[in-house]
């Protein structure tokens, strides 16, 4: 009897030690999860009508069934010949399916991004030097692209949890439609190519 008296002080120590370890782990777990407002990765894309180069940052949403992404584009007057060009974005992006091979998974994506061009070479309301419907405003456009991403992952333990690398072919919705209206036109002469990375963090 006076050895259940003495172990019991003992056994629940160790019960209450080990549920408070498993609280701080539980804790500990929590603190490690992203804030919703913190991004999943970050992108770099060349060309792809989103500037000569675009960078920014991007969320996995509904399961990963969207990509979305905010992105600033720049084109030095080298390239635009005429002022620099300025764009800000966001594009989505839809995985159509995923198929893991080896250590890679492959996924074909489709998707469209809308573009708000902040420098000087476009105008968001009708200049007064233009007649009341002239013209639809320049400075904001929609892309549409299909293409293929090939994901790597690293392993939740790394400061670099994957890369996706990605290659789309695009149009911008103007293009399309002088193509569609003018015979002029082909539509080998209205889709451009990029290429991007993701960085998963």
């Not at 949403?61 to 800000?88: C, D, Q, R």
């Not at 091979?101 to 309301?125: C, D, H, K, Q, R």
């Not at 695009?170 to 960085?199: C, D, H, M, P, Q």
């Amino acid at each position: 009897m006076k050895i259940k008296r003495i172990l019991l002080p003992f056994v629940a120590l160790l019960f209450f030690s080990n549920t408070f370890a498993q609280d701080a782990i539980l804790i500990q777990d929590k603190a490690k999860e992203k804030a919703w407002y913190e991004p999943d990765y970050a992108k770099m894309q060349f060309a792809g009508n989103l500037g000569l180069l675009s960078v920014g940052v991007g969320y996995q949403l509904f399961n990963k069934v969207l990509y979305t992404e905010l992105l600033y584009g720049y084109v030095p007057v080298s390239i635009s010949k005429a002022n620099e060009i300025h764009l800000i974005s966001i594009k989505n992006t839809f995985p159509l399916y995923r198929k893991k091979i080896g250590n890679y998974t492959v996924s074909p994506i489709a998707g469209f991004t809308g573009s708000l061009e902040t420098g000087n070479n476009s105008f968001l309301v009708l200049p007064d030097k233009y007649p009341k419907g002239y013209y639809v405003s320049s400075a904001i456009h929609f892309t549409l692209f299909i293409g293929v991403l090939v994901h790597k992952g690293f392993g939740i333990s790394k400061r670099i949890k994957g890369i996706d690398f990605y290659y789309e072919l695009g149009t911008v919705e103007t293009y399309l439609w002088s193509a569609i209206t003018s015979k002029e036109i082909g539509l080998n002469a209205i889709f451009s190519t990029a290429i991007g990375i993701n960085l998963y963090f």
